[in-house]
T-cell receptor, first 112, second 111 residues
Framework: EAQVTQNPRYLITVTGKKLTVTCSQN?????MSWYRQDPGLGLRQIYY???????DKGDVPEGYKVSRKEKRNFPLILESPSPNQTSLYFC???????????FGDGTRLSIL | SQQGEEDPQALSIQEGENATMNCSYK?????LQWYRQNSGRGLVHLIL?????REKHSGRLRVTLDTSKKSSSLLITASRAADTASYFC???????????FGAGTTVTVRA
C-alpha cells in the first residue's frame, strides 16, 4: 500500500531537548516536504527536498533542520525545540515538484 | 507568507445542497490544487488544475481557475455528510519549487 509514514504520532517534550521526527515513503517519490499546521494559518512549508541530497528552505525554516540521505526518508530535526514549535506536523511526498502530494497522518508535538 | 487565501472561512449547508468555496493567490503559478482534511488527519488530494486550464471536473467536484484574477473556486455538488471536512487550496508557484497552502474553508454538511 502506497503510504507516507511518520513517527512518532504524538510527542510531549521539554524546551531544548533535541528531537527527530521520521518520515518514510514507499512510492519512490522524488519530492518530499515538511509542513506545520497551526489554527487559522493553514499549512506552512518548513523544508522541501527535490531529490537525494537536495534540500531547500520553505516559508518557515527557522529552528528546523532536515536531511535527505536516501530517497525514501526525510527526517525533521529540532535541535533545540521551543514552545513556539508546538504544532501539528505533516510530511508529504510527490513524484515531482507541483504534483499531487501524499500526506502522512501527522505528528502532534507539544513542547513545554 | 500565505500565498493562498480561502473564502469563506466556514460554511454550513444542508445535505444535498451545493458548497462553493474560493481561493485567491498572489503570484503567478504553474498549477493549483485542492485538498481535503478530515478532523486533524492528513490531507487528501482532490484535484489539480493547470494554469492553462479554466475548468476541471472530478465526480461531484468542479474547479475553476481565473489566472487574470488570481482566483479559483471549488464547487461540491449534492453534498453529503461525508463531505464535512476542511478544504485547502495549494499553489505551485512559478518562480520556485514551494507549495503554498491557504488557511482553509471548514465545511459542515448537516443531515
Amino acid at each position: 500500500e502506497a503510504q507516507v509514514t511518520q513517527n512518532p504520532r504524538y510527542l510531549i517534550t521539554v524546551t531544548g531537548k533535541k528531537l527527530t521526527v521520521t518520515c518514510s515513503q514507499n512510492m519512490n517519490h522524488e519530492y518530499m516536504s515538511w509542513y506545520r499546521q497551526d489554527p487559522g494559518l493553514g499549512l506552512r512549508q518548513i523544508y522541501y527536498s527535490m531529490n537525494v541530497e537536495v534540500t531547500d528552505k520553505g516559508d518557515v525554516p527557522e529552528g528546523y533542520k532536515v536531511s535527505r540521505k536516501e530517497k525514501r526518508n526525510f527526517p525533521l530535526i529540532l535541535e533545540s525545540p521551543s514552545p513556539n514549535q508546538t504544532s501539528l506536523y505533516f510530511c508529504a511526498s510527490s513524484l515531482a515538484s507541483g504534483q499531487p502530494q501524499h500526506f502522512g497522518d501527522g505528528t502532534r508535538l507539544s513542547i513545554l | 507568507s500565505q500565498q493562498g487565501e480561502e473564502d469563506p472561512q466556514a460554511l454550513s449547508i444542508q445535505e444535498g445542497e451545493n458548497a462553493t468555496m474560493n481561493c485567491s493567490y498572489k503570484t503567478s503559478i504553474n498549477n493549483l490544487q485542492w485538498y481535503r482534511q478530515n478532523s486533524g488527519r492528513g490531507l487528501v488530494h482532490l484535484i489539480l488544475i493547470r494554469s492553462n486550464e479554466r475548468e476541471k471536473h472530478s465526480g461531484r467536484l468542479r474547479v475553476t481557475l481565473d489566472t487574470s484574477k488570481k482566483s479559483s473556486s471549488l464547487l461540491i455538488t449534492a453534498s453529503r455528510a461525508a463531505d464535512t471536512a476542511s478544504y485547502f487550496c495549494a499553489t505551485d508557484r512559478s518562480n520556485d519549487y514551494k507549495l503554498s497552502f491557504g488557511a482553509g474553508t471548514t465545511v459542515t454538511v448537516r443531515a
